[in-house]
C-alpha cells in the first residue's frame, strides 16, 4: 500500500512522500496496525531509502547511459495473495517471555516461533534457526 501511495503521488503530482508523510497516512489503517508499530516503521524506512535510490539511478543514468544496460524502472507493485514485503524485527519486536523461558523466538502479534539456539540477552542469534 505504501509504495502504491508513493509512486501514485509522484506519478499525478510530481511530489515525493518521505517517511513521515507515509506513516501519518497509513498509521490508522488495517495493515499497518496488522503487524507491530515497529514493524510497519521498519517497511517503511527501507522504502524511504529506495526511492531516492531510483532517483539517484534516475540522474546518473541521464549523466552517463553508457554505465546501464537500461534506463532505470519504477519499483514494481507485488502481488496482493503471493507477493509481500521484507519484514524487520527488531529487538522489541520479539516476545522476551518466550526467548527466556522455550529458547524460542515469537514475533509479536502473531503465532510463529522459530527454535533457536541461544542464550536470553545475548545480542546474536544463531544463524541455525529453523522455523516451528
Known sequence: MAN?????E????CYYLNYNKVQKLL????????????????VLIILDKNWPSFFQAIRAYNECPSKFKSCPKWQLYKDKKKGRNILVYTKQGISKPQLAKNQKILLSKSELFFDCRISYGSHRISKNCSSG
Open 10 to 13: 509522484f506519478i499525478n503530482k
Open 4 to 8: 502504491y501511495i508513493v509512486r501514485q
Open 27 to 42: 498509521q490508522s489503517g488495517a495493515d499497518y496496525q496488522a503487524i507491530p508499530a515497529k514493524v510497519s516503521q521498519q
